[in-house]
């Protein structure tokens, strides 16, 4: 029943932003933490951020770079990821996954959000190239 549609992705130039949003329905936000990733084909999923859907607890990983920003709207159970000063380095498919299990998304998100997430998007394209 848990469904969860991203968009938002593009094409922009390096420097640009993209507001990303993740859908969700057949659930109820508050008592799931979604979180952010992406993947470039042939390497591995990475974890970008989450957030708690209780208290907007969040948490980032070192592909952010101080660039990012995660929030949620509970009453439209959507999540969004800002996207600041983008490089090209973050040319990707960026999906959004949700989780009821605390220990994933938490400090050591990076390392563990790709398992411990248990319900995925299909992925929005971003590109940033000039």
């Known amino acids: 029943q848990v469904e969860l549609v991203e968009s938002g992705g593009g094409f922009v130039q390096p420097g640009g932003s993209l507001k990303l949003s993740c859908v969700g329905s057949g659930f109820t936000l508050d008592r799931y933490a979604i979180g952010w990733f992406r993947q470039v084909p042939g390497e591995k999923r990475e974890s970008i951020s989450c957030?708690?859907?209780?208290?907007?607890?969040?948490f980032y990983t070192h592909l952010t770079k101080g660039r990012f920003a995660i929030s949620k709207d509970n009453f439209r159970n959507i999540v969004y990821l800002q996207m600041n000063n983008l490089e090209p380095e973050d040319t990707a498919v960026y999906y959004c996954?949700?989780?009821?299990?605390?220990?994933?998304?938490?400090?050591?998100?990076?390392?563990?959000?790709?398992?411990?997430?248990?319900?995925w998007g299909q992925g929005t394209q971003v590109t940033v190239s000039s």
């Open positions: 996954a949700a989780t009821l299990s605390m220990p994933y998304c938490a400090e050591g998100f990076y390392h563990t959000g790709v398992t411990g997430f248990d319900h």
């Open positions: 957030i708690w859907g209780s208290d907007g607890a969040s």
